[in-house]
């Protein structure tokens, strides 16, 4: 059905000046599009303004800022608990060096949401920092520390390779993914070592109750666009109610097919066919993103785009 994890991400913002500007110092190329009344209102965006596909030199992944009021509702609230259910709840990003990456972040207008710790998943030792802005966007920074990275190439930071959704129950949402394609190929139940729990802000619950489930999927087990799931089983917190449409922050993550319309007899046909948001047909979007395509909601809130694979 599917050979490929997400190819965009697509946010709302009333800062796209300021993600602009971090994107361009990192390298990343910018296409300026304009916005149909047909996407503004697929993606709860203001069509007077143009969308802003940024591509970074790997041209992996793109990101698409698509401008929305200030007073705009976040999909998020900024002061929500880290493992708090409902919707995306970041993007993830290498780099090279956690100290650098939060003085440049800084810069451009993120703020530290949970200090670069250290932790040990398996044999892969990273350190770890979440950081968010006033769309609240959450972004994961992660450095590699051992053992190290090995084909994969960038200058300070990476492009988007992951994106982690918090959930309720982690084998609900792989039930509903499997239909897109998507396959689990990490899995972890239990404690975080190290540091790990100050990362999720677990450190506060005794060790014994503070294990999180984990699992990574994507179609051809690969890092490169992958989604990630994370549930709490312990502590578990009520779930956001996330608007399918409109909003602002982490709108959408788009994921390319080569039939998208065998992709949505299969989501109509199966138990999640209440869970599409947006019926599948021909849609003037910008970029890549354009034609045929339908959106979907994730257990809880997710949104995820499909559209026609071109060539």
């Given at each position: 059905?599917?050979?490929?994890?997400?190819?965009?991400?697509?946010?709302?913002?009333?800062?796209?000046?300021?993600?602009?500007?971090?994107?361009?110092?990192?390298?990343?190329?910018?296409?300026?599009?304009?916005?149909?009344?047909?996407?503004?209102?697929?993606?709860?965006?203001?069509?007077?303004?143009?969308?802003?596909?940024w591509?970074?030199?790997?041209?992996?992944?793109?990101?698409?800022?698509?401008?929305?009021?200030?007073?705009?509702?976040?999909?998020?609230?900024?002061?929500?608990?880290?493992?708090?259910?409902?919707?995306?709840?970041?993007?993830?990003?290498?780099?090279?060096?956690?100290?650098?990456?939060?003085?440049?972040?800084?810069?451009?207008g993120?703020?530290?949401l949970?200090?670069?710790?250290?932790?040990?998943?398996?044999?892969?030792?990273?350190?770890?920092?979440?950081?968010?802005?006033?769309?609240?966007?959450?972004?994961?920074?992660?450095?590699?520390?051992?053992?190290?990275?090995?084909?994969?190439?960038?200058?300070?930071?990476?492009?988007?390779?992951?994106?982690?959704?918090?959930?309720?129950?982690v084998?609900?949402?792989?039930?509903?993914?499997?239909?897109?394609?998507?396959?689990?190929?990490?899995?972890?139940?239990?404690?975080?070592?190290?540091?790990?729990?100050?990362?999720?802000?677990l450190?506060?619950?005794?060790?014994?109750?503070?294990?999180?489930?984990?699992?990574?999927?994507?179609?051809?087990?690969?890092?490169?666009?992958?989604?990630?799931?994370?549930?709490?089983?312990?502590?578990?917190?009520?779930?956001?109610?996330?608007?399918?449409?409109?909003?602002?922050?982490?709108?959408?993550?788009a994921?390319?097919?080569?039939?998208?319309?065998?992709?949505?007899?299969?989501?109509?046909?199966s138990?999640?066919?209440?869970?599409?948001?947006?019926?599948?047909?021909?849609?003037?979007?910008?970029?890549?993103?354009?034609g045929?395509?339908?959106?979907?909601?994730?257990?809880?809130?997710?949104?995820?785009?499909?559209?026609?694979?071109?060539?």
């Amino acid at each position: 059905m599917r050979e490929t994890g997400f190819s965009h991400v697509v946010i709302t913002t009333a800062n796209a000046l300021q993600l602009g500007g971090f994107f361009a110092a990192l390298g990343w190329h910018q296409h300026s599009m304009a916005l149909s009344a047909d996407a503004a209102a697929f993606w709860g965006a203001d069509a007077t303004q143009a969308a802003e596909c940024w591509v970074p030199p790997s041209g992996a992944c793109e990101v698409v800022l698509l401008a929305v009021a200030s007073t705009t509702p976040v999909l998020r609230p900024l002061d929500c608990a880290v493992t708090t259910p409902g919707g995306l709840f970041d993007i993830n990003m290498r780099t090279w060096d956690s100290d650098w990456a939060r003085d440049f972040l800084q810069a451009h207008g993120w703020w530290e949401l949970v200090p670069a710790v250290a932790w040990q998943f398996g044999e892969v030792h990273t350190s770890e920092g979440l950081y968010i802005q006033d769309d609240g966007i959450v972004m994961a920074v992660m450095q590699r520390l051992s053992p190290p990275l090995e084909g994969i190439e960038f200058d300070r930071m990476s492009d988007v390779f992951n994106s982690t959704q918090m959930v309720s129950n982690v084998e609900t949402t792989l039930a509903f993914l499997k239909v897109l394609g998507f396959e689990r190929f990490i899995d972890h139940a239990g404690p975080l070592p190290g540091e790990g729990p100050r990362v999720l802000q677990l450190e506060h619950h005794p060790a014994e109750t503070a294990g999180i489930h984990l699992s990574i999927a994507h179609p051809e087990a690969t890092m490169s666009g992958s989604i990630e799931l994370i549930d709490v089983p312990e502590h578990p917190l009520s779930c956001l109610s996330v608007p399918s449409t409109g909003g602002r922050g982490l709108r959408a993550l788009a994921i390319p097919c080569h039939d998208v319309a065998e992709t949505f007899a299969a989501v109509s046909d199966s138990e999640w066919s209440a869970q599409i948001c947006q019926p599948l047909t021909e849609r003037d979007l910008p970029g890549l993103l354009g034609g045929e395509c339908f959106s979907v909601t994730a257990p809880d809130g997710g949104r995820l785009d499909l559209y026609q694979l071109t060539q």
